[in-house]
């Protein structure tokens, strides 16, 4: 007999001879005893107050959920310096059973409590706009103005400026502090305010109209020294070196020399340019001065202006390092060589190219405390409160001073999925701390199920997306660049369009995490193949543009030669964004992947 059958058997033997001792006299019924139905109490607990982590955020919700506002204004007291003060607050001002004023004044308190990260443009603007409107309803048209102006450029925010601001030339001088220009322009209606006219018009390349303001800008103050820089620069722009020469000479400081170089440069006077520009002293203005003698073949004279920037501790500093080694080595200068390979920092991209070490030897020493606002978390958590789980934490990391306790609090809001103030806190003890735990903090493995799934389907790897990841959005999804570059991997909009065109879609929300992350890595496949595996030219490209980085590593200056392409990238922010994702790639490596991965050149 099979065993399906053996039991189907047996079970109908049993049901068989159940039926035969209900049916028999001996069985309860039969002797009229009634089958006791048993007593079920239920006990509905509440957590908030079982759990005296909560016994605040119980107060909370009850008051909430009987409209107690008087009981929420008591709360408030217990509850300063906490995420729970910021929600109540909130929770007040948005309460319209409260006079407007009233409510105003709970939000301008949230405003202040809250953590402020720059990252988050969009949400910052809707508070802003938010606030406005509370100000306005209360009757406070001063603040309301200058809320709406801290929230341009929204669109709200302007139809609102130009409903309560009816003076021209301070509706204009917002738009002008705004850096919308041409709606400073639009909004004097006809008035005359050379003051903003012309640097409006300079911003827009009008330069023409920019210089005439700025005439009339000195003929009402003529010793003011922006009007009269604005005239010689526009005078520059024009082409009107005689006029342009005279207007610098009577002006001193770092500015005026720059423009008396570039006109020297101008007229042909190398050399006369490049005494001006290090007399200036400015960093931007000696590497330019670099640029102007490379440019004419000159780089032995180049050399130690490099060495000057790189004994100083700007941006540049790396980078003319790293320029200095080539150029002795190329001239065969061995002693200055030395010298510049000295000062390649450690822990760098260009330190890594010559042999130094990218991180420090780590060390696994640190003890984890006992935080009770980690306990805390973990209880909101339980009842399903992930954004006071994680906003308390935040507000603790906030105030968190020694290393253990950043990383205790950093590690619990990475495993509910908060990475961006996480690492940011943890880069602060970078790169003098040697704690394993602090760097992985630093270095997040972000989103890893996303990006691990996103990295197999399209073969790259999750150390160059984590990278990318990393420098773009600092792993904030709702981030957004002032070039309209959104989401974690920071694409702009027209390119968006064209990912989702090439995966044959439509196109997705680039704040949604798994599309972003998706598109992200699709558009870094794409790049790959475009440039045969060479991850640097990929880097360089995601940020400045496939066709740029393919005409100048292919050209006369360049000429496939990476440590000219490292010299000549046009954009400051390119060569610092290719030397940052690199170097960022190769820890990625060094603390998740195979150590000797992380050797190979990529």
Do not use: C
Not at 78 to 83: F, I, L, N
Not at 100 to 109: L, N, V
Not at 140 to 151: C, R
Not at 492 to 500: D, F, R, Y
């Amino acid at each position: 007999m099979s065993l399906p059958r053996l039991i189907l058997s047996v079970s109908l033997a049993l049901a068989v001879l159940a039926w035969l001792f209900i049916q028999s006299p001996l069985s309860p019924p039969a002797r009229g005893i009634a089958i006791p139905i048993p007593t079920v109490y239920a006990v509905v607990s509440d957590p908030y107050q079982r759990d005296p982590l909560l016994h605040r955020y119980g107060l909370y919700r009850t008051a909430l959920l009987a409209n107690d506002l008087a009981a929420l204004q008591a709360l408030l007291e217990e509850v300063a310096g906490s995420y729970l003060e910021y929600r109540t607050l909130l929770t007040l001002a948005r309460s319209p059973q409260l006079p407007a004023g009233e409510r105003y004044a709970y939000f301008e308190r949230a405003m202040a409590v809250r953590i402020n990260d720059p990252l988050a443009r969009l949400a910052t603007r809707e508070l802003l706009l938010e606030q406005a409107r509370l100000a306005e309803e209360a009757g406070l048209v001063s603040a309301a103005i200058d809320h709406y102006a801290a929230a341009l450029p929204a669109a709200a925010a302007f139809t609102a400026l130009r409903r309560l601001e009816t003076r021209p030339l301070v509706l204009a001088n917002i738009f002008l502090r705004a850096r919308q220009h041409r709606n400073a322009l639009s909004a004097l209606d006809g008035w005359s305010a050379p003051s903003i006219e012309a640097p409006a018009y300079r911003a827009i390349g009008e330069h023409a109209r920019a210089l005439d303001a700025y005439q009339r800008w000195l003929n009402e103050e003529p010793s003011n020294a922006t009007a009269l820089f604005g005239r010689a620069w526009s005078l520059f722009a024009l082409g009107r070196n005689a006029e342009a020469e005279r207007a610098f000479s009577e002006l001193s400081g770092p500015s005026a020399l720059h423009g008396l170089a570039l006109l020297a440069n101008r007229a042909g006077d190398l050399d006369h340019a490049v005494t001006l520009l290090r007399q200036s002293g400015e960093p931007r203005h000696l590497w330019l001065a670099t640029d102007l003698l490379e440019g004419r073949g000159r780089s032995r004279d180049a050399l130690p202006i490099y060495l000057d920037l790189a004994v100083g501790g700007s941006a540049f500093a790396d980078d003319a390092a790293h320029r200095a080694l080539v150029l002795a080595e190329r001239l065969g200068q061995a002693k200055i060589a030395d010298q510049a390979l000295d000062l390649l920092p450690e822990h760098s991209f260009f330190g890594a190219l010559r042999g130094k070490s990218i991180k420090p030897a780590l060390v696994d020493t640190l003890t984890t405390p006992e935080l009770e606002v980690v306990a805390l978390a973990r209880a909101l958590m339980r009842v399903g409160d992930h954004e006071a789980a994680v906003g308390e934490l935040l507000f603790a990391l906030r105030k968190a001073a020694d290393e253990a306790s950043i990383v205790a609090l950093g590690e619990t809001l990475q495993t509910l999925g908060e990475y961006r103030q996480s690492a940011r806190a943890a880069r602060q003890w970078q790169p003098r701390s040697l704690e394993r735990r602090t760097w992985q903090l630093a270095y997040p493995r972000a989103y890893a199920a996303l990006v691990e799934r996103e990295a197999a389907a399209w073969q790259v790897e999750p150390a160059l997306i984590w990278a990318v990841m990393r420098q773009e959005s600092a792993f904030y999804p709702r981030a957004i660049s002032v070039a309209d570059a959104q989401g974690l991997m920071q694409v702009i909009p027209s390119t968006w369009t064209w990912l989702a065109e090439m995966l044959r879609e439509a196109p997705g929300d680039p704040f949604d995490t798994a599309t972003n992350i998706r598109y992200g890595v699709y558009y870094l496949r794409r790049l790959i193949d475009r440039f045969d595996g060479d991850l640097e030219l990929v880097v360089a490209a995601y940020n400045r543009g496939q066709g740029y980085i393919s005409r100048l590593y292919q050209g006369e200056v360049v000429n496939g030669d990476r440590n000219e392409l490292y010299r000549f990238i046009d954009a400051f922010e390119t060569r610092e964004y290719l030397q940052i994702v690199m170097h960022n790639y190769q820890v990625y490596r060094l603390l998740y992947f195979d150590t000797a991965l992380a050797q190979e050149q990529p």
